[in-house]
């Protein structure tokens, strides 16, 4: 049963990651006041499909100046590493209970910087390391932010796992006692997931696409797949996090938050990266900080009355 479970799970998240991209392109297609993709299937439902198709069925070419093991096998870690982490998520299954659900994804998100660090390095170009150096600086730098936030909330529920919080927010919402943490998270999960206005890993116009700018045919469709799960899985835990409710609650707030995520993607210009790096340590991280030691202070006010 759990061989079964994992293989529904991995067909679930690569069914989202395909029907992501096309709201995607979407997306972006009527903000840039055109249709999109629109020929495949109906309305283009089948435009991902054929996207894989052609990807996973082209030729495999790499450098003959790269670290070939390391250059091949670092798609694979980050696209593993995000189903690692979907193995947590409260599906009610019943095989297993994260009791430190919390934890392990902070363990499990530390490795990011890793694969897009190898990936970067081992192609042996300048551009790919250039990419892979700011991925790492940028992923570190907003990790702490996100830590911070997280720890917040745990001070408060008392509990590490996903479940509890789940259960916790029954009578009312997180949203609603955390002011403005909800919006550092979403500004810490962009740069995170290096997202649009914080593209910088990825930065086409300087970088002609950052760390992955090597990588062809299933290389790269493992590289897309491992960063387009990551933005459902965060866009999920930010759900559990504030809002709560059932798991048919979370699936449909999760692709409202998606929606918003892509539409940051068509309207905010690019970041600059010194600003980026600033706003992560100058403004972010303190305020962090006060809240965390707030909501320390407020829990054991709460316990001594």
């Known amino acids: 049963m759990l061989v079964i479970y994992y293989v529904l ?15 995607e392109r979407k997306v972006l297609g009527y903000i840039q006041i055109r249709k999109g993709p629109n020929k495949v299937g109906f309305s283009g439902i089948l435009q991902p499909f054929s996207d894989a198709i052609k990807l996973f069925s082209k030729e495999q070419t790499w450098s003959l100046v790269s670290n070939y093991l390391l250059y ?3 798609p694979v870690f980050m696209f593993f590493m995000s189903l690692f982490l979907w193995s947590m998520m409260p599906f009610g299954t019943g095989f ?3 009791e430190f659900g919390f934890f392990f994804f902070l363990c499990v998100l530390s490795l990011g910087v ?15 390391l250039l990419g892979g150096l700011r991925a790492v600086a940028q992923t570190i730098s907003y990790e702490v932010s996100l830590a911070l936030v997280l ?21 009312f919402y997180l949203i609603f006692f955390f002011y403005l943490l909800p919006l550092v998270w979403v500004v810490s999960c962009l740069a995170e997931m290096n997202r649009t206005p914080f593209d910088f890993a990825e930065g086409e ?4 696409s950052g760390f992955n700018v090597e990588y062809s045919a299933g290389g790269f469709a493992l590289l897309f797949l491992g960063e387009y799960s990551m933005i459902i899985l965060m866009s999920t835990i930010m759900v559990i996090l504030f809002l709560g409710g059932s798991l048919n609650l979370v699936f449909f707030r999760k692709w409202v938050y998606l929606f918003l995520v892509l539409w940051l993607r068509g309207t905010f210009p690019r970041y600059r990266y010194d600003k980026l790096m600033g706003l992560a340590w100058k403004s972010i991280l303190p305020f962090t900080l006060h809240c965390l030691f707030m909501h320390m202070g407020f829990k054991v006010l709460l316990e001594i009355l």
């Open 205 to 208: 116009s300087e970088l002609v």
């Open 72 to 74: 091949f096998f670092s």
């Open 96 to 98: 297993y209970d994260f």
């Open 9 to 23: 799970l991995l067909i679930c998240v690569l069914v989202s990651v395909a029907f992501l991209t096309l709201l």
């Open 114 to 128: 890793y694969p897009l660090m190898i990936a970067g390095w081992s192609s042996n170009s300048k551009y790919a």
């Open 151 to 171: 720890l917040s909330f745990i001070v408060m529920v008392g509990e590490y796992s996903l479940d509890d919080f789940v259960e916790f927010q029954s009578s």
